[in-house]
């Protein structure tokens, strides 16, 4: 397999990066490139630009940011999974992210790349919903903070704009009790469903075409999920059930 | 950018993937190359010293790091690495389509616990798929390997 042709831009900062995403069209954002080199591979996805942004320096901070955890766009998900910080202030993002695909996966795999991704079955999104965390997007034109609960659009679309890329994703410091839990086929694989608890707040995924926030009386309400070789509709909402009743039991 | 602590050119074409670049144009036809979207693990090199997939990046991506693949474990005619070494006493492979990556991602395993639980190993091999063993004598190489470097 060979991604389609594309022309390749390496920024080395920041400003060079969003003033090329603001002046090429149909360009792409590639952090981690484990889920778009994928993409790429069976080409779903023809960009006509690839801007990497792997050669920019200094955007790779973990830290703590207004009682927080902020991790900047080439924050990779392993650095995530060994930060001491995380494990203190927000256990449950240092929780799920061990959830995210394998440790190989995760020493590219960034934090940022798969909110901005918007997969509905995967982890991130979910834990930033639950815990009403926010992205800071940058483009040539300034930044502005894109709440969790405004950035999931649709299945892989989020509000971000073309000229948009995320630079910094912040979580609030997880509230006990928290739990993440997730039913998928084989370790590793995304997740039939799952469920993510921060306190009183629920925040589902894997069963509408983005993460959703739900009330754990009634948590599968107005669901409708979809159903294919690995799971009917009602499995998911079974397991959304059985996964809600765990994660309040604690 | 290097690969087994050699230095070779620049890869021509950006759409190249990393893997191929390893196979087709430096001929270290040692990494293997299976489902090419990440999932069975047997495109595993090291950079910089951690396993990734080389299938999920572009060569060009590569330009001013140090890789290692398999082939850069062990000179020819040298002593196996442990990690080979154990995989080559346990059993741990059958047909030998995976046993590239698995290698690479042990290596990448101990180099993070050098005493790894038995969750850490299921965790450490859990990326890559082997059709043949049943992962039995793989766990199994695990523990060896963790006995030969020490």
Redesign the interface.
């Known amino acids: 397999m060979k991604p389609p042709p594309f022309e390749y831009h390496a920024p080395t900062t920041l400003d060079e990066a969003c003033s090329l995403l603001a002046s090429l069209e149909e360009a792409k954002v590639l952090a981690g490139g484990q889920s778009l080199i994928p993409l790429l591979n069976f080409r779903l996805a023809r960009p006509r630009h690839l801007l990497d942004i792997n050669r920019v320096a200094g955007l790779d901070r973990i830290y703590e940011r207004d009682g927080g955890i902020a991790v900047e766009a080439l924050g990779r998900q392993a650095a995530v999974e060994d930060s001491d910080l995380v494990a203190r202030v927000c256990p449950l993002l240092g929780e799920a992210v061990r959830l995210v695909a394998h440790r190989v996966i995760r020493n590219r795999g960034t934090v940022c790349g798969s909110l901005a991704h918007a997969d509905p079955a995967s982890e991130l999104p979910a834990v930033l919903l639950a815990l009403g965390g926010h992205v800071i997007a940058q483009s040539a034109r300034g930044k502005r903070t894109i709440a969790a609960d405004q950035l999931f659009r649709g299945v892989f679309e989020t509000a971000l704009e073309t000229d948009e890329m995320v630079v910094e994703a912040w979580f609030p410091a997880s509230p006990q009790p928290f739990a993440i839990l997730e039913e998928s086929r084989r370790h590793g694989d995304f997740a039939l469903a799952g469920v993510v608890r921060a306190d009183t707040r629920l925040a589902l995924f894997g069963v509408g075409s983005t993460p959703v926030l739900a009330d754990r009386s009634d948590a599968t309400r107005g669901l409708q999920p979809s159903g294919d070789l690995e799971a009917t509709p009602d499995f998911r909402l079974h397991l959304v059930r059985v996964l809600t009743e765990k994660a309040f039991a604690a | 950018m290097k690969v087994n602590e050699v230095e070779y050119p620049a890869p021509a074409d950006?759409?190249?993937?990393l893997s191929?670049h390893l196979r087709h144009d430096l001929g270290l036809t040692g990494t293997h190359v299976g489902c090419?979207?990440?999932v069975c693990?047997c495109c595993?090199v090291l950079?910089d010293g951690?396993?990734?997939?080389s299938?999920?990046?572009?060569a060009?991506?590569a330009e001013g790091h140090e890789l290692t693949t398999v082939e850069g474990l062990a000179r020819s005619g040298a002593p196996l690495h442990p990690v080979q070494q154990a995989f080559h006493e346990t059993h741990g492979l059958q047909c030998g389509f995976c046993t590239p990556g698995f290698v690479m991602?042990v290596v990448?395993?101990l180099a993070?616990h050098p005493q790894p639980t038995a969750q850490q190993i299921e965790?450490?091999i859990?990326?890559n798929l082997c059709r043949c063993t049943g992962y039995a004598s793989i766990r199994r190489a695990v523990t060896r390997a963790v006995e030969l470097s020490k």
């Open positions: 950006a759409r190249r993937l191929d090419e979207h990440g693990g595993t950079l951690n396993p990734v997939r299938c999920l990046m572009l060009v991506q991602s990448g395993l993070q965790e450490g859990a990326g």
